[in-house]
Each structure stands twice: as structure tokens, then as C-alpha cells.
């Protein structure tokens, strides 16, 4: 078991992000693992129920796989990965709706990749746009992290339009290597100043 240090870099993998509709719960080991093999214990350790549908486009069994080995081995200080949970004050309910995270780009010290992803049934909702907000200043307290890049493909216009709402700005298409894939558009959100 690798036991991080309470330092300032490793404070996000413990925090609690809640914005006006959302709690995003960062992802322990036992979480990714659950998410990989048993969605009632997912279920237990979120408090929230676990749609039929899950997991969203994009977070597929390699990819959680991977994200697992990463956090076992933890081989990317910097990365942490949040489950998003719709919580419901009126009909007291949870619900698991999306995910996102960063991890580090080995070539740009100052630079963390952000990627995420919103069930089917709950895009279009306005989640992905406030999970981002809330995440926004939690990953640029990390010390030395000045910009955030996220990539998404040209026809993925809902996934451009959370980007832009955000502050993201479009630097063009991405060459591909280093993690990005080719065909995909790369924008950046630097640190206010």
C-alpha cells in the first residue's frame, strides 16, 4: 500500500468538492476497484446509487484498469480521478452521474491533462460544466501547476461547449503522442495571475 505524504501536491487526493448540485468524491483505490469488478460495493463506498447504465462513454475497462495500476503503483503523483454525484437535498437521493480527473504530461512540468465524462441520460444538464468549476481551483492550488489541457474530438460539440463555458480556450488540432490523440482538438485554461 503506497501512503502519500500529507504535502500541498497530494491534498486533492482526499478532497471533497462540492458545488451547488454536485459532490465530487475523489477516487480511492477501493473505489476504481470497485468501479472495475463490483458496482454494489462502487455503490456502498459512494453512498449513491449506481444508474444501469454506468459506466459513461469513455471510461471503459482499460481505462479504469489503467487508473487502478496508476494509483497502486503511483507512478503519477498528480494524478486523482473524482466520481461525480448528483445529491438531490429535496428527495434526499445520490446518484452517480459522471467522473472526471487530471494526471500529469510528462513533457510539460506546469501543465496537468484533464479528462471527463457524463452518462448519456445526464448530459446536456449543465454537470460536466460544474464539476469543472469546482475542480478548476482545487487543481491549480497544486504548487507549480499553471495550465490545465483538456482534448476533445471536432464532433463532440456538447464535450467544446463545456470546454469553452469553462474558460478553456481552443489551441488547435492535436499531433497526437504523449498520452493525446490524433485527430483531437487541444484546448488550454491557464492560472489566473
Known amino acids: 500500500m503506497n501512503i502519500l505524504p500529507a504535502t ?3 491534498a486533492i487526493h482526499t478532497s471533497r468538492i462540492r458545488t451547488g448540485r454536485l459532490e465530487l468524491v475523489p477516487a480511492s483505490l477501493a473505489i476504481l476497484a470497485s468501479d472495475l469488478r463490483d458496482r454494489t460495493m462502487l455503490a ?4 449513491a446509487t449506481v444508474p444501469p447504465a454506468w459506466p459513461p462513454p469513455l471510461l471503459d475497462t482499460e481505462t479504469l484498469a489503467e487508473f487502478v495500476r496508476m494509483k497502486t503503483e503511483n507512478t503519477d503523483p ?3 480521478s473524482w466520481y461525480w454525484v448528483l ?4 428527495t434526499k437521493t445520490r446518484t452517480l452521474v459522471g467522473s472526471g480527473g487530471i494526471a500529469s504530461i510528462a513533457t510539460e512540468k506546469d501543465t496537468v491533462i484533464l479528462g471527463y465524462s457524463v452518462l448519456d441520460e445526464f448530459q446536456n444538464r449543465g454537470y460536466a460544466t460544474e464539476a ?5 481551483p482545487v487543481i491549480f492550488s497544486l504548487p507549480g501547476i ?3 489541457m483538456a482534448t476533445t474530438y471536432p464532433h463532440l460539440k456538447p464535450s467544446i461547449r463545456v470546454l469553452e463555458k469553462t474558460g478553456f480556450a481552443c489551441t488547435g488540432a492535436c499531433p497526437g503522442g504523449e498520452g ?3 485527430g483531437t482538438l487541444a484546448f488550454i485554461l491557464e492560472k489566473p495571475s
Open 132 to 136: 469543472i468549476r469546482g475542480m478548476v
Open 8 to 10: 500541498p501536491e497530494n
Open 146 to 148: 499553471r495550465k490545465i
Open 44 to 47: 456502498r463506498l459512494l453512498d
Open 87 to 90: 445529491v438531490d437535498p429535496a
Open 78 to 80: 498528480l494524478f486523482v
Open 180 to 182: 493525446l490523440e490524433e
